[in-house]
Every structure is written in C-alpha cells, then in structure tokens.
C-alpha cells in the first residue's frame, strides 16, 4: 500500500496516520516528525528548518524532497507507506510521482480528512495552551492555515483528478473517524 493522507493543520491527521499504518504494517512517515527530531537533535537540517517551522510556513521544496526521497529509500517503506504532511505543494507532487514511478509502484490512494476551518483554529489553540507551546501563538495557527489553502488545498483536486482521493469527515472521536477511514479504504484495491 502507498497511501497519503491530507488535511489541514488540526485534522488529527497524526493520530490516523499512526493507525492506518500500523493495520496495513507500513511504516507512517510523517515530514513535520522528521523536521522535529532533526530541530530537538540540532542538526544542519533541524537548524534550516526550525526558522520556517517557527513562522508557520513550509520548509522548502528541495529540502523537504531530498529528506522524503532518503526516508522511502529505507528498507522498511520497500512494502509500502503512508505518508503524513508530504506532499504539500504541487512541485512536492511531482517529486513523489518520480520517486513512486522510480520503483514501479502506484499510490493507491490519497485520503483526505475534511473538517471545518474555525473548529481547527479552535483546537488548535486549546492544544497550545494545555502544552504550554508559547511558539505556538495565534498568528502563526493562522499563517499556518492559510499557507495550506493556498499551497495544499489545491492538491486536492489533482488527486481527486487522478481517481485516488478518498474523502473522510474528520469531526468526531477519534475512533469514530478511524472507522469511517477504513470503511472507506476497504474499497480501495492494493498494488
Ligand atoms: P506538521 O507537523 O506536519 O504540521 O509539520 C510541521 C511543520 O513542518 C510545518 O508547518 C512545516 O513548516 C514543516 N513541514 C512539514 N511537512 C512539510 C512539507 N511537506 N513541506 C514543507 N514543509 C513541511
């Protein structure tokens, strides 16, 4: 299985990926982890990505494709691979098709968690608090939002071109939505 899953910043893309992944025994790779580790270990990396990370944009494309490019490059994504936050722009696409293609694989499909914008800023501004991430200010939620309707949003409609975009409603318990997400990937055929 190569599957995708999209949403905007709050979905609980994270917590789905962790269970998709884990029932199909594919590793979830997520950017936004990888970027943390490499900002919490002080790498070259890290140290690049943490400036775009703080301001809520995205880290950029060449960066992000080569980290991606070297992760699915692992033995463990040879069977296969969920990815969580990549691609995120329309150059990344094109990037993962290559690197897909370059292995005489498919994605089989691209899942993507839809919710309601005013309840993630919500969410997301609860979170901040309860964990006390001070960098984590209101401006930047928002900025964070935007970059992805401006940049993501409309991978949306490229995947939905291709006939792989399976849509979920993201509002709810998080068991609730992990069950629909598998309703609705039960129909999808594996590579
Ligand atoms: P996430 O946890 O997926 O929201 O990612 C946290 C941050 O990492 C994002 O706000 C971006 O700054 C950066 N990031 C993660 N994935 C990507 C990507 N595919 N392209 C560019 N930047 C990314």
New binding site residues.
Partial sequence: MRLIIMGP?GAG??TQARYIAEHFGIPAI????I??ANVSQGTPLGVE?KR??DA??????EI?NRM?RNRIDEPDAKQGFLL??????LA?VEELDGMIKFTGHQLDAVLSVVVDKDEVVKRLLQRAQIEGRADDTEDVIRR?QE?YLEQTQPLIQVYGERDILVEVDGLGEVDEVTKRIFDALDVVPES
């Fill in positions: 910043p893309k994270g997520s950017t936004g982890d970027f943390r990505a775009y990370m809520g944009e995205y880290v950029p494309d992000t991606v969580d936050g990549y691609p995120r722009t990344q964070r970059v």
